[in-house]
């Protein structure tokens, strides 16, 4: 489930646009709303929020403005993100609503069934520990299979079609061995990038009401403007607009020349309530461990390399679904043959 959910997330964002494409795309005006004014449409509907995040400052002209929606209701077992989509032009709703419910599309509750299983907090410990279970099995599979691997990778094993045994025990070795390298970086980040789920403070936050919505008392085009200054070659993916008094004013993006990889590690912060400058980050900046992490969530979902990674990723996201398939065919032939001795 996690394999085919994964490969098909990998197009996420132009599936989306495709599935719904006549209720997102908006007709081009000259000039689009200010972002204080979109923020004000969204805060008004939503008036506990956790959050939002602007999704796609890059977007083109005839696509709607996508905002996450990061909400909570009380309740442990859902993962409460939404989505409101607005006519930059026209302040027109054009969708609106929670993930898990399909409110918003089939792609977002894909998304959030992916890491969560939509069981709140506790599915996304458990995907961790199907990830790092999984991750297990593939280390496992490599001491088994260790004087196999570099017959595999130069062509000098054969796929074995004499019966129905030797199709699943050669389909299981090469499947494996080509994918091994794929499989650990993809299990591994994804453990990773669940790990929030074993924090107690995670399961208690999820349970206690959010507060309403406090404002930000300065202007959000100008903290952008500011935060475009502070680093002259970024490209915007990701701009956090905080409803909390705790939260600040967030910017991330890729510069100009740099490989999407690294994006995670630029960023620029303000203080929503007084606009003060907050910090400012460049992947450069970062200490090694931090730059490790900051590819994580690139490294798992393959948005770094152009079309024919992704392509890849697709192809190896099923691979973990083919080897559970295989290991437990051979694991039967094997109880059933012991059994019968």
């Given amino acids: ?13 132009e599936l989306d646009h495709s599935f719904y494409h006549d209720l997102l795309t908006v007709k081009p005006q000259e000039i689009p709303l ?9 805060v008004k509907h939503y008036p506990n929020l956790d959050g939002m995040a602007w999704n ?5 002209k005839d696509h709607s403005y996508e905002f996450r929606l990061y909400l909570n209701d009380s309740r442990l077992i859902s993962y ?11 302040g027109e709703i054009l969708r609106q609503g929670r993930g898990d419910d399909l409110e918003v599309g089939w792609m977002e509750w894909l998304y959030q069934f992916h890491f969560s299983f939509h069981l709140g907090v506790p599915g996304a410990a458990l995907v961790a520990i199907f990830g790092i279970a999984m991750l297990i099995s593939v280390f496992t599979g490599l001491v088994i299979y260790r004087k196999f691997i570099w017959k595999v990778v130069t062509f000098n094993v054969r796929f074995n079609r004499k019966n129905r045994r030797t199709i699943t025990s050669s389909l299981h070795r090469i499947t494996g061995v080509w994918a091994l390298v794929f499989n650990v970086v993809i299990l591994f980040t994804g453990f990773w990038l669940n790990l929030f789920a074993f924090e107690k403070g995670a399961w208690k936050k999820e349970m206690i009401p959010t507060p309403p919505n406090t404002l930000v008392k300065v202007s959000l085009d100008s903290l952008y403007a500011q935060a ?17 008094p705790e939260r600040t004013f967030n910017i991330r993006g890729i510069r100009k020349g740099q490989n999407p990889l690294f994006e995670g590690g630029n960023s620029v912060q303000f203080d929503g309530q ?3 400058f907050v910090s400012q980050t460049t992947f450069e900046d970062l200490s090694f461990w931090q730059q490790v992490q900051a590819t994580f969530y690139p490294l798992h979902i393959g948005n770094f390399g152009g079309i024919a990674l992704k392509i890849l990723y697709i192809i190896i996201g099923l691979t973990p679904g083919l080897l559970s398939v295989t290991g437990f065919l051979l694991w039967r032939r094997r109880k059933t043959k012991v059994s019968s001795i």
């Fill in 80 to 90: 409460d993100l939404g989505l409101i989509n607005l006519n930059q032009y026209t």
């Fill in 228 to 244: 475009l200054q502070k680093i002259p070659d970024l490209t915007p993916t990701y701009v956090y607009l905080p409803t909390q």
């Fill in 274 to 276: 007084t606009g003060q």
């Fill in 56 to 60: 796609n400052p890059t977007a083109p």
């Fill in 34 to 42: 200010s972002l204080d004014s979109l923020y004000k449409i969204t």
């Fill in 1 to 13: 489930m996690l394999g085919l959910s994964g490969s098909l997330l990998i197009f996420k964002e």
